[in-house]
């Protein structure tokens, strides 16, 4: 059974940083999407960065320049680096896996597998 732990979650300054990570377990093949996702208090869940199964790795505008992911393969973590953090980017953040079936395939729009969450909140 996969499964996804987020972790990393805290309170930041405006234009601070955070790392959040993902620690993924159980068997799947290298067929997959990964996404980060968050929700803000009576805002919509929306796709923050996703990485697709090529390792290519699309951010929502909003974030664009200061958001980055990176992927320790070893490790079976995936970071999503926040720099420069703003009120805005408070809210549940999530990490989630969508399988496809074959590498280069476009990302799901439902996934499968999804991290309890983990708390971002930025403010002064």
């Known amino acids: 059974q996969v499964q996804l732990v987020e972790s990393g979650g805290g309170s930041v300054q405006p234009g601070g940083s955070l790392t959040l990570r993902c620690v993924d377990s159980?068997?799947?093949?290298?067929?997959?999407?990964m996404g980060w996702f968050r929700q803000a208090p009576g805002k919509e869940r929306e796709g923050v960065a996703i990485t697709d199964s090529r390792g290519d790795t699309t951010y929502v505008e909003s974030v664009e320049g200061r958001f980055s992911v990176s992927q320790d393969i070893v490790k079976r973590t995936l970071h999503l680096q926040m720099n420069n953090v703003k009120p805005e980017d408070t809210g549940m953040y999530y990490c989630?896996?969508?399988?496809?079936?074959?590498?280069?395939?476009?990302?799901?729009?439902?996934?499968?597998?999804w991290g309890q969450g983990t708390q971002v909140t930025v403010s002064s």
């Open positions: 159980g068997y799947f093949g290298s067929a997959y999407c």
């Open positions: 989630a896996i969508g399988f496809v079936r074959r590498i280069g395939d476009p990302c799901p729009v439902e996934y499968d597998t």
